[in-house]
T-cell receptor, first 113, second 115 residues
Framework: GDSVTQMEGPVTLSEEAFLTINCTYT??????LFWYVQYPGEGLQLLLK?????DKGSNKGFEATYRKETTSFHLEKGSVQVSDSAVYFC????????????FGTGTSLTVIP | GAVVSQHPSWVICKSGTSVKIECRSL??????MFWYRQFPKQSLMLMAT?????????EQGVEKDKFLINHASLTLSTLTVTSAHPEDSSFYIC???????????FGPGTRLLVL
């Protein structure tokens, strides 16, 4: 079945450090891939997405590239800020399962000044 | 665009009472809405998929008689937790999907505490 495996946290970085959060997936079809961010006490906000292989999603300095050959969608940011502290969820939507979402377990990021 | 609201944002109730949570798509029509439950420091667990004008589809292990879902319009879905008990305390999040699209847009969540 479909699944998303996400790098376990928590991750603690200093401000301006480089961020990578790994995400790999298993899917029966050709999924769309997403990164969502959840700030404390809030719902999920769409950060970026990619709908086909080799697509790069980007937003607010974050990037992720849909790699079909490695079934990965790693999240990166060149220079993190304190305001990036949140929980990040990788997710896929598979048309073979009615576009149901499958979420990773989430990775907590704390950025210290 | 694609804003989803939830009401209330938090609720405290006594054991045995029922609680209704509303999920609204504010600036788009959503044929399909989803209800999730999130435990502390965990991922989201899909409870049910709600399609406008039809019965909700519940995930395995979710009691349909306990978690009543109604999706009466293209902009509103409600989740009613009936005869709530302390173990129902959780963070409930809804999402909505534009007709014909894949991306889900999430509400801010409702925190339920049952005493």
């Amino acid at each position: 079945g479909d699944s998303v495996t996400q790098m376990e946290g928590p991750v603690t970085l200093s401000e301006e450090a480089f961020l990578t959060i790994n995400c790999t997936y298993t899917a029966t079809g050709y999924p769309s891939l997403f990164w969502y961010v959840q700030y404390p006490g809030e719902g999920l906000q769409l950060l970026l997405k990619a709908t086909k292989a080799d697509d790069k999603g980007s937003n607010k300095g974050f990037e992720a590239t849909y790699r079909k050959e490695t079934t990965s969608f790693h999240l990166e940011k060149g220079s993190v800020q304190v305001s990036d502290s949140a929980v990040y969820f990788c997710a896929l939507s598979d048309p073979n399962t009615g576009n149901q979402f499958y979420f990773g377990t989430g990775t907590s990021l704390t950025v210290i000044p | 665009g694609a804003v989803v609201s939830q009401h209330p944002s938090w609720v405290i109730c006594k054991s045995g009472t029922s609680v209704k949570i509303e999920c609204r798509s504010l600036d788009f029509q959503a044929t399909t809405m989803f209800w999730y439950r999130q435990f502390p420091k965990q991922s989201l667990m899909l409870m049910a998929t709600s399609n406008e004008g039809s019965k909700a589809t519940y995930e395995q292990g979710v009691e349909k008689d306990k978690f009543l879902i109604n999706h009466a319009s293209l902009t509103l879905s409600t989740l009613t937790v009936t005869s709530a008990h302390p173990e129902d305390s959780s963070f409930y999040i809804c999402s909505a999907r534009l007709t014909g699209r894949v991306t889900q847009y999430f509400g801010p969540g409702t925190r339920l505490l049952v005493l």
